[in-house]
């Protein structure tokens, strides 16, 4: 069975210093794997995927992910967090199986972001 | 291009009645999830669809709950009857076979 854990329930960075948001995952095959932000009361906006390729990938709003097979990880990072980045992230992995997919979802990181 | 759409954003209903969620995915996409979340489970997969045909529902709680997709437009997540242990944010989100999920906004129910 697929599953995402996210050790951090929460974390508080200072606005300017840099971020890593941990996520494992464990699937048969080769994952695809995601990251996702959610603000208050919004939906789950994705930050970026990795599907194959380069295992460092790029995403929206400064945000890059690594992923390590070895380590069965997928982290989050940002070079300098800025008070908007304040939200939950959730990790996510899925999978082509037989011709469908299911993505599971991490419990998520909520981000606080201090001045 | 609109994204997906759910309505109601919100409803308050009391126990026992039947609470309807209604959801149309992005035009284009053959897969369709119901997700639920709670501050004590995060984010549970309910239900997916696949070109309309249900294909994994092991994450419907109980018989209570029942989802439908008769065309590629429109999906529908009906409890009945409602409990109050049903409160939560219902989120539909669709995608490509393989591709990312692209969320609605959610419908935050609440069950008195």
């Known amino acids: 069975a697929q599953s995402v854990t996210q050790p951090d329930i929460h974390i508080t960075v200072s606005e300017g210093a840099s971020l890593e948001l941990r996520c494992n995952y464990s699937y048969g095959a080769t994952p695809y794997l995601f990251w996702y932000v959610q603000s208050p009361g919004q939906g789950l906006q994705l930050l970026l995927k990795?599907?194959?390729?380069?295992?460092l990938v790029q995403g929206i709003k400064g945000f890059e992910a690594e992923f390590k097979r070895s380590q069965s990880s997928f982290n989050l990072r940002k070079p300098s967090v800025h008070w908007s980045d304040a939200a939950e992230y959730f990790c996510?992995?899925?999978?082509?199986?037989?011709?469908?997919?299911?993505?599971?979802f991490g419990t998520g990181t909520k981000l606080q972001v201090i001045p | 291009d609109a994204g997906v759409i759910q309505s109601p954003r919100h409803e308050v209903t009391e126990m026992g009645q039947e609470v309807t969620l209604r959801c149309k995915p992005i035009?284009?996409?053959?897969?369709l999830f119901w997700y639920r979340q709670t501050m004590m489970r995060g984010l549970e997969l309910l239900i997916y669809f696949n070109n309309n045909v249900p294909i994994d529902d092991s994450g419907m709680p109980e018989d209570r709950f029942s989802a439908k997709m008769p065309n590629a437009s429109f999906s529908t997540l009906k409890i009945q009857p409602s409990e109050p242990r049903d409160s939560a944010v219902y989120f539909c989100a669709s995608s490509t076979l393989g591709g990312e999920l692209f969320f609605g906004e959610g419908s935050r129910l609440t069950v008195l």
């Open positions: 990795y599907f194959s390729g380069d295992t």
């Open positions: 996510a992995v899925g999978g082509r199986s037989g011709g469908y997919q299911k993505v599971t």
């Open positions: 035009s284009g996409h053959n897969s």
